[in-house]
């Protein structure tokens, strides 16, 4: 979250976070302009990220104002994330056929 933020203020964005209350992490905002940013962080390569239901119904809702940031290839030092590697989609517009079911809900009776 800290390298998304500190890359969207060097664009000139008051950032706001927001991951506790909305289905994405940043809120940024520069004159009238509105850019809602989703944060993700893997060990991995990067290739694939985990999302929630919310998070892509809200990312197809806002399609044109939406960005994907991903820092991949994070190492771990004593508990702290160092490295990596970012990537940014911009405007993110989720295409249905990159998603994968990971898990099903099943409802008992």
Request: hydrophobic share 40%; glycine share 8%.
């Amino acid at each position: 979250m800290q390298r998304a933020t500190i890359h969207f203020q060097s664009q000139g964005f008051i950032v706001e976070d927001v991951s506790s209350r909305k289905p994405y992490d940043l809120l940024c905002t520069r004159l009238n302009e509105e850019v809602y940013v989703e944060v993700k962080g893997t060990r991995g390569a990067g290739d694939r990220i985990i999302l929630t239901s919310g998070e892509v119904r809200f990312a197809k809702e806002n399609a044109d104002s939406m960005v994907l940031f991903v820092v991949s290839g994070i190492e771990m030092d004593d508990g702290e994330a160092q490295g990596g590697r970012d990537k940014i989609v911009k405007p993110w517009q989720i295409d249905d056929e990159s998603l994968e079911p990971m898990s099903l809900w099943y409802v008992l009776d």
